[in-house]
């Protein structure tokens, strides 16, 4: 059974930092490109971050570019999501996805081109 699960998630205080992890079970990803996406209360779940199966490019929604750093671990399976300077608009469930096939050019910003999903875990910040 394939699953992504994310943790790290929790309560900290605005300007404060996570670190969010995204372990792979039931099947290697170390050749596919994977995302992370966060949904806010109310709203649609939208791009944070991506990094391409190969680990040397990244891409970052503009929101939060500067403070966000997506990285990989082959050997452990894993993603990371080092969120730095945190506000309370980033409040939301954060999602990690594995792309639909490994060894893809480009890092895709879009949901659709995601085919594997974890379950989120929760970051609130409070100001």
């Known amino acids: 059974q394939v699953q992504l699960v994310e943790s790290g998630g929790g309560l900290v205080q605005a300007g404060g930092s996570l670190r969010l992890s995204c372990a792979a079970s039931g099947r290697t990803f170390s050749n596919y490109a994977m995302g992370w996406f966060l949904q806010a209360p109310g709203k649609e779940r939208e791009f944070a971050a991506a990094i391409s199966w190969g680990g040397s490019s990244t891409r970052y929604a503009d929101s939060v570019k500067g403070r966000f750093t997506v990285s990989r671990d082959k050997a452990k399976n894993t993603v990371y999501l080092q969120m730095n300077s945190l506000l309370p608009e980033d409040t939301a469930v954060y999602y990690c996805?594995?792309?639909?096939?490994?060894?893809?050019?480009?890092?895709?910003?879009?949901?659709?081109?995601?085919?594997?999903w974890g379950r989120g875990t929760q970051v609130t910040v409070s100001s």
């Open positions: 996805a594995a792309d639909r096939s490994p060894y893809t050019s480009g890092i895709s910003n879009s949901r659709s081109n995601y085919y594997y």
